[in-house]
């Protein structure tokens, strides 16, 4: 497994761009310079993220959400069995 993150991810498992190993990794998300745990779905190429929009949720019982825009950085939080942490991490640094 690498350590590269992709352009696109979603938590919601219907989604095409779901990936439950990389999820249950950790992945930070860093939104306009500040770090965000509350992003449902992210794209760094068109630079926006997707956040919960309180408890609303629609008829389907999935959560409403709010499409911001912006500069998106993502990285893995914890590396792969295995492997060591990517130089420039905090466990790299520690």
């Known amino acids: ?39 449902e779905e992210y794209c760094i190429s068109e630079g926006w993220i997707r956040v919960a929009l309180g408890k609303k949720v629609d008829r389907h019982g999935r959560s409403l959400t709010l499409k911001l825009n912006g500069e998106v950085e993502a990285w893995i939080e914890n590396p792969a069995d295995g492997e060591d942490a990517p130089e420039g991490s905090e466990e790299a640094q520690a």
């Not at 779901?18 to 770090?35: H, W, Y």
Request: aromatic fraction near 8%; charge should be negative; avoid cysteine.
């Open 1 to 39: 497994m690498t350590d590269t993150v992709p352009d696109r991810l979603s938590t919601n498992p219907d989604s095409p761009y779901f990936d439950q190993d990389l999820l249950s990794r950790g992945v930070g998300i860093r939104f306009k310079g500040n770090e965000r745990r509350d992003v």
